[in-house]
């Protein structure tokens, strides 16, 4: 079992920056994919961020060259930098893993941070 706890998230104005974070813990070393996605009111979850054990990273469009994941020092641990927050990013944002790639049947989950953006 792999146990997610995501950190970081609050209410900044428009323009803002906020970084989120998200420490795997259990038996995290089977994991090869970590990543975010965040889910508003009356929306579907949405893909926000992925990356690999080998760096690899895929990003939505909706926050490309705002958003950037990475590694933490602490192994199985990625955060989510964010600039040039909107107020369309107000969501609670997930963190999740996988030991095959997100988006499987095999996806852990957090239990969420809140990101409210104000206008």
């Known amino acids: 079992q792999v146990q997610l706890v995501e950190s970081g998230g609050g209410l900044v104005q428009a323009g803002g920056s906020l970084r989120l974070s998200c420490a795997a813990s259990?038996?995290?070393?089977?994991?090869?994919?970590m990543g975010w996605y965040r889910q508003a009111p009356g929306k579907h979850r949405e893909l926000v961020a992925t990356?690999?054990?080998?760096?690899?990273?895929k990003y939505a469009d909706f926050v490309k060259g705002r958003f950037t994941i990475s590694r933490e020092n602490a192994k199985r641990t990625v955060s989510l930098q964010m600039n040039s927050l909107i107020p369309e990013d107000t969501a609670v944002y997930y963190c999740?893993?996988?030991?095959?790639?997100?988006?499987?049947?095999?996806?852990?989950w957090g239990q969420g941070t809140q990101v409210t953006v104000s206008s």
């Open positions: 259990g038996n995290p070393l089977s994991i090869t994919h």
């Open positions: 990356m690999s054990v080998s760096g690899s990273t």
């Open positions: 999740a893993a996988s030991p095959i790639n997100l988006g499987s049947s095999r996806d852990y």
